[in-house]
């Protein structure tokens, strides 16, 4: 339990919701709540619109298309059919790493737009995509395929990409991938995954099922849902290379289409982000009978569940050499645990990122001996819950879909140590001189996943909440008189 009962977590929302409307406090009082280790994901309500008005930190189904899914793929060229801005702000953001040369083999860090103007909108933007196609192949001959990766207008207007996209194939005979993703649809990015996740099985994954080239192993496994931020994924992959396994496959993080196309000869799919990427495990699961499993790479208690899990799944060889790759770090994790636990020990953390990390991170932060007083999700659903809740405390604060206002407040009254968010939420609490780190992007750092990135995680922690910076900054809380404060403020700049 954390320092602060169910009665007073209960009693904060409550004062918290006093300010909404009677229909809006009804409605986001389904989303906030205490955590029961003994309850499940129906504790609180997720997957649902958000309140009109209320200031969310969702993104939109095209950003979890492109953005997260398709993005990171390395030698496809995605193209963001509609104005320039998606485009741009879904490029590169995310530190999605990749090797290759930029524009030659490897486009992903690239912005490659229709640019929609109003003619687009009155005409049709049909004929300016085909267009496009055609001068990609021009400029990028070494591509290896195309996304269509539609926005917000190309819904509205009735653009038939489907066709464009057959036509093209038609043309060059590289894969092009429509990908129905206007931001509107769907109440989060959830949703994106989605169909990002349909538009893989309809147009990719079965392209090379009737081929026998590709000489598979009984050790093969594929990666799935990890998109190499900060170059996590090569740091899992080291490790499942040190047990003994072939990774065949990667992605998004810097993959290849080759790779999704070899996924099915994989004898076990490793998820990382479920919520992104179970409805392709799923698919596999129920054509090829490839089973799959979660697997969780933060902080070394996690990193050896998984790695005894996944070795589960193969012959003792593959067991033992689990057991042999988690003793080698022993020294390594032990040192940083040493090192950084001293500084980090008792400090409260409060999280809120997209569908996957609160959960994942938890056992991380435990394991520097820093205690989670809040977790929640942008875009979970019940079943993300379910697996949160037990990761809890008994009387932890729970939110699905917090409001601006709703998150600020929960700050100023459980005064976390630490607050780990996405980049919308990042200014605005450091302002209130609350230490912050970006955990939608590892705010610039990184690899955090393996024993090598626990030890950039926990010299992150560290640095974040023992900067002396934060000495210097009064959080508006504890201001006294805020007109003297300015009146002091003139003064000194008089």
Same mark, same amino acid.
């Given at each position: 339990?954390?320092?602060?009962?169910?009665?007073?977590?209960?009693?904060?929302?409550?004062?918290?919701?006093?300010?909404?409307?009677?229909?809006? &406090?009804?409605?986001?009082?389904?989303?906030?709540t205490t955590s029961d280790p003994q309850s499940d994901g129906k504790c609180v309500v997720s997957n649902r619109k958000s309140v009109p008005g209320a200031m969310t930190i969702r993104g939109c189904s095209y950003a979890g298309s492109k953005g997260v899914v398709?993005?990171?793929?390395?030698? %496809?060229? #995605? *193209?963001? #059919?509609?104005? *320039? @801005?998606? /485009?741009?702000?879904? $490029? @590169?953001?995310?530190?999605?790493?990749? $090797?290759? *040369?930029? /524009?030659?083999?490897?486009?992903?860090?690239?912005?490659?737009?229709?640019?929609?103007?109003? =003619?687009?909108?009155?005409?049709g933007g049909d004929k300016k995509l085909t267009t496009i196609l055609e001068e990609i192949d021009t400029l990028f001959p070494l591509n290896k395929g195309t996304t269509i990766q539609s926005e917000c207008p190309v819904g509205l207007i009735g653009d038939d990409i489907e066709a464009v996209a057959k036509a093209n194939k038609k043309r060059n005979g590289k894969t092009c991938i429509p990908v129905r993703c206007e931001g509107f649809?769907?109440?989060?990015?959830?949703? @994106?995954?989605?169909?990002?996740?349909?538009a893989i099985r309809d147009w990719v994954l079965g392209n090379r099922d009737d081929e026998n080239s590709f000489e598979a192993t009984d050790y093969d496994v594929a990666i799935i849902g990890d998109y190499n931020i900060g170059g996590d994924a090569w740091s899992s992959r080291?490790? %499942?290379?040190?047990? /003994?396994?072939? *990774?065949?496959?990667?992605?998004?993080?810097? /993959?290849?289409?080759?790779?999704?196309?070899? $996924?099915?000869?994989? +004898?076990?799919?490793?998820i990382h982000c479920y919520r992104?990427?179970?409805?392709?495990?799923?698919?596999?699961?129920?054509?090829?009978?490839?089973?799959?499993?979660?697997?969780?790479?933060?902080?070394? $208690? +996690?990193?050896?569940?998984s790695l005894r899990t996944i070795a589960s799944y193969f012959d003792e060889t593959i067991q033992q050499n689990a057991e042999k790759v988690i003793a080698?770090?022993?020294?390594?994790?032990?040192?940083?645990?040493? &090192?950084? =636990?001293?500084?980090?020990?008792?400090?409260?953390?409060?999280?809120?990122?997209?569908?996957?990390?609160?959960?994942?991170?938890?056992?991380?932060?435990?394991?520097?001996?820093?205690?989670?007083?809040?977790?929640?999700?942008?875009?979970?659903?019940?079943?993300?819950?379910?697996?949160?809740?037990?990761?809890?405390?008994?009387?932890?604060l729970l939110y699905d879909d917090i409001t601006g206002y709703e998150f600020e407040e929960f700050v100023k009254a459980v005064k976390p140590d630490l607050i780990g968010s996405g980049i919308k939420e990042k200014y605005i609490f450091q302002k209130?001189?609350?230490p912050f780190r970006q955990m939608h992007s590892w705010d610039y750092s990184g690899p955090y996943h393996g024993y090598d990135g626990f030890a950039v995680f926990a010299r992150d922690m560290d640095m974040t909440i023992n900067n002396p910076c934060w000495s210097l900054t009064t959080?508006?809380?504890? &201001?006294?008189?805020n007109q003297t404060d300015a009146v002091v403020a003139e003064e000194k700049v008089a």
């Open positions: 339990m954390t320092d602060r009962t169910i009665e007073e977590n209960q009693a904060l929302i409550q004062e918290v919701l006093e300010i909404y409307p009677d229909k809006a &406090k009804k409605d986001r009082a389904k989303h906030l398709f993005g990171p793929l390395k030698d %496809l060229i #995605h *193209v963001s #059919h509609g104005p *320039v @801005g998606c /485009g741009m702000y879904s $490029t @590169g953001g995310r530190r999605n790493y990749l $090797t290759g *040369v930029s /524009g030659v083999d490897s486009f992903s860090m690239i912005n490659f737009t229709s640019d929609f103007q109003e =003619r687009d909108i009155v005409f649809r769907g109440v989060s990015q959830s949703l @994106g995954h989605h169909i990002a996740n349909d080291i490790l %499942l290379e040190q047990m /003994g396994l072939r *990774v065949i496959a990667q992605w998004s993080g810097d /993959g290849s289409l080759a790779e999704i196309e070899n $996924t099915p000869k994989s +004898k076990l799919n490793l992104s990427m179970n409805y392709i495990a799923r698919h596999m699961e129920e054509k090829y009978g490839i089973p799959w499993i979660e697997y969780n790479l933060f902080g070394p $208690t +996690k990193i050896a569940e080698s770090y022993q020294g390594e994790y032990q040192a940083v645990i040493d &090192k950084y =636990r001293p500084r980090l020990e008792g400090k409260k953390v409060m999280l809120y990122v997209g569908g996957l990390r609160s959960r994942h991170i938890i056992g991380a932060y435990e394991d520097l001996g820093m205690e989670i007083v809040g977790a929640g999700y942008e875009f979970a659903h019940a079943d993300d819950y379910d697996r949160t809740v037990g990761e809890l405390k008994e009387a932890t209130m001189g609350i959080p508006p809380w504890l &201001k006294v008189d």
